[in-house]
């Protein structure tokens, strides 16, 4: 956490007073949608995650999170790097391709946090059953599925955090000006 203090220039003239605020620094962030065209299918992690243990009173309560692939944007990395690290310690897969997606503040008025999304495409035959880092505790299953299973995934609200909601709908909305192959 750390207190900012600014003022501001205001709409209708004027400068504001001192403005007193607490953020998270939280770091930057990569999100990666893997796709793999010729099979239609995506490749979703599920791993549990702690924000979500007070999930109980919820729609769709479980800590167990369907996610798409991501990490934290180390100091002298670059976030096309750290698409293709995550990839490979959480999927168990190389990306053939990667395709920028769209970047987005988190959450501005309490975090820092900044996120940067792709699109991997990947051979969805070659990802790991289970992976992730024991150095970082990591316990992922993998998942591949069908575009049909991924819509109904959403529609039943077992996809239910921002990055991957965001991502999966830019796709959507995308699909057909990108280059595939």
């Known amino acids: 956490m750390k207190k900012y203090f600014y003022?501001?220039?205001?709409?209708?003239?004027?400068?504001?007073n001192t403005v007193e605020r607490e953020i998270f620094e939280r770091g930057d962030a990569v999100g990666v949608l893997l796709y793999d065209p010729p099979q239609d299918s995506f490749v979703l992690i599920e791993q549990i995650r702690p924000g979500a243990l007070?999930?109980?009173a919820m729609t769709n309560?479980?800590?167990w999170l369907l996610e798409i692939v991501a990490g934290m944007i180390e100091e002298g990395e670059?976030?096309?790097q750290v698409a293709m690290r995550e990839t490979?310690?959480?999927?168990?897969?190389q990306l053939k391709k990667l395709i920028p997606m769209t970047e987005y503040w988190?959450?501005?008025?309490g975090t820092t946090e900044y996120i940067y999304l792709f699109l991997g495409l990947v051979d969805s035959h070659?990802?790991?059953?289970?992976a992730g880092l024991e150095s970082e505790q990591e316990d992922i299953r993998v998942e591949v599925v069908t575009r049909q299973q991924l819509l109904q995934l959403m529609a039943q609200g077992r996809i239910n955090n921002a990055m991957a909601l965001i991502a999966v709908q830019w796709f959507l909305l995308n699909e057909s000006q990108l280059e595939l192959d």
């Open 54 to 56: 007070r999930d109980a």
């Open 106 to 109: 988190v959450s501005p008025g």
């Open 7 to 16: 003022t501001h220039k205001l709409y209708q003239g004027g400068w504001s």
């Open 88 to 93: 490979l310690e959480e999927a168990g897969c």
């Open 126 to 130: 070659e990802v790991a059953n289970f």
């Open 78 to 80: 670059q976030p096309s």
């Open 61 to 63: 309560p479980s800590p």
